[in-house]
Every structure is written in structure tokens, then in C-alpha cells.
């Protein structure tokens, strides 16, 4: 069966500080893909980034970097210099490619509180 | 974004009613799922359906059903609510074969409160 981690349930910083969330995964599939998705105060789930398990290369958006690790099973988050607009709920999800339905299991999540 | 709709987004009911919610989509997609969000356990399944009149369990299933009669609509009933079952309720489609390159898109949500 498939399992995330996100073992830091709250992280606060102050604006501009970097923010490193962690994100562990089990999987017994060679072909999977990663999720991350943030969900702000008003409660939406937006979606982030999708990286498949061939994949391994980091990806850099804006302030926002993913480092993927396949020999830790780790897919870690970094926001750089936070803002308080970066204040959310942050999960990782894992969905495995073989599984019936490509069901998305979750980590249980890490709330970010930037202030000012 | 309209492709995917959940209807209500609040309700309170007492304990031991029936409550139905819905989820309707437009994008013709195979894949629709139910979750649920409680503080803690971030979101877990409940049921998944994988085309007209096929669905399956998730890891919470218990205490509900799902019927799903036309693609573009999935229903999720509790028969009798019970307090435990207080919760964010998030419908979500995805597209068929492989994952698509966004995933999978999710409802506004439903906030369901059992009292």
C-alpha cells in the first residue's frame, strides 16, 4: 500500500525567510507520480506540481523549488524568501500509475504561517 | 473553474439522518473520487468510481455509499450521519489512462456538520 509522510504538521517563519517542507513516500510501484498542492485559508486545493518517477531532475518555479530524491523516497518543498500570501496548508500526494482508479493518497499535510 | 461542481458547499444535519451530496462534472472525465479532510490525516478516499455504474472503496469507506448512474455525476450518501462524519467533503475528477499533467482537479468542497 502506498503512504506519505509529512512529518512537520506547522512550520511558522517570518516574511522572507525560506521554508523547507518534507514530504516522505512508500510505493511499491516503479511508476508513480508526485503531487504537491496548497490550500490557502479560503480552503481550495491548488495544484503545484506533478513529477512522475522517471523524473528525477529539480524543478524551479518563482520562489518555489522541488528536490526529488528517489534513493530517500523523499520529494521535498522549498518557498524561498516567504511571503505572507504563502501562508497555507501545504500536502504532498502520491498517486501509483498501476493502482485501479489512480487513486491519490495524501500526506496529512503541513500548515505554513509566514508573518510579517 | 466550472468543470467540477459540489452541491451544497455547507449543510448541518442531526445525527442519524440521511444526507446525500453530489458532484457533477463537465469534463467527461472516467475517474471521479470522494474524500474526506480532517484536521491531522490531510485527505483520505472513501470511494472512487472508474466509469458508469463502477465504483470501489477507499480507505474510509465505512458509512457511506456512492452511486454513479451518468458519467457526469457522482452521488455520495450517508445513511445515517453520525458525528464522526463532521467534515470538509472534496470531490475530484481525473481524465483516463494516465494521470494527466495536472492531476487531478477538485470541488470547491462541501462542509458537512453532523450535530
Known amino acids: 500500500a502506498q503512504k506519505v509522510t509529512q512529518a512537520q504538521t506547522e512550520i511558522s517563519v517570518v516574511e522572507k525567510e525560506d521554508v523547507t517542507l518534507d514530504c516522505v513516500y512508500e510505493?511499491?510501484?516503479?511508476?508513480?507520480?508526485l503531487f504537491w498542492y496548497k490550500q490557502p485559508p479560503s480552503g481550495e486545493l491548488v495544484f503545484l506540481i506533478r513529477?512522475?518517477?522517471?523524473?528525477?531532475q529539480n524543478e524551479i518555479s518563482g520562489r518555489y523549488s522541488w528536490n526529488f530524491q528517489k534513493s530517500t523516497s523523499s520529494f521535498n518543498f522549498t518557498i524561498t524568501a516567504s511571503q505572507v500570501v504563502d501562508s497555507a496548508v501545504y500536502f504532498c500526494?502520491?498517486?501509483?500509475?498501476?493502482?485501479?482508479?489512480?487513486?491519490?493518497?495524501f500526506g496529512g499535510g503541513t500548515r505554513v504561517l509566514v508573518k510579517p | 473553474d466550472a468543470g467540477i461542481t459540489q452541491s451544497p458547499r455547507h449543510k448541518v444535519t442531526e445525527t442519524g439522518t440521511p444526507v446525500t451530496l453530489r458532484c457533477h462534472q463537465t469534463?467527461?472525465?472516467?475517474?471521479m473520487y470522494w474524500y474526506r479532510q480532517d484536521p491531522g490525516h490531510g485527505l483520505r478516499l472513501i470511494h472512487y468510481?472508474?466509469?458508469?455504474?463502477?465504483?470501489d472503496k477507499g480507505e474510509v469507506s465505512d458509512g457511506y455509499s456512492v452511486s454513479r448512474s451518468k458519467t457526469e455525476d457522482f452521488l455520495l450518501t450517508l445513511e445515517s450521519a453520525t458525528s464522526s462524519q463532521t467534515s470538509v467533503y472534496f470531490c475530484?475528477?481525473?481524465?483516463?489512462?494516465?494521470?494527466?499533467?495536472?492531476?487531478?482537479?477538485f470541488g470547491s468542497g462541501t462542509r458537512l456538520t453532523v450535530v
Open positions: 500526494a502520491l498517486s501509483e500509475a498501476s493502482a485501479a482508479g489512480n487513486k491519490l493518497t
Open positions: 468510481s472508474y466509469g458508469v455504474k463502477d465504483t
Open positions: 513529477r512522475n518517477s522517471f523524473d528525477e
Open positions: 510505493t511499491r510501484d516503479t511508476t508513480y507520480y
Open positions: 475530484a475528477i481525473s481524465g483516463p489512462g494516465q494521470v494527466g499533467p495536472y492531476g487531478y482537479t
Open positions: 469534463e467527461n472525465h472516467r475517474y
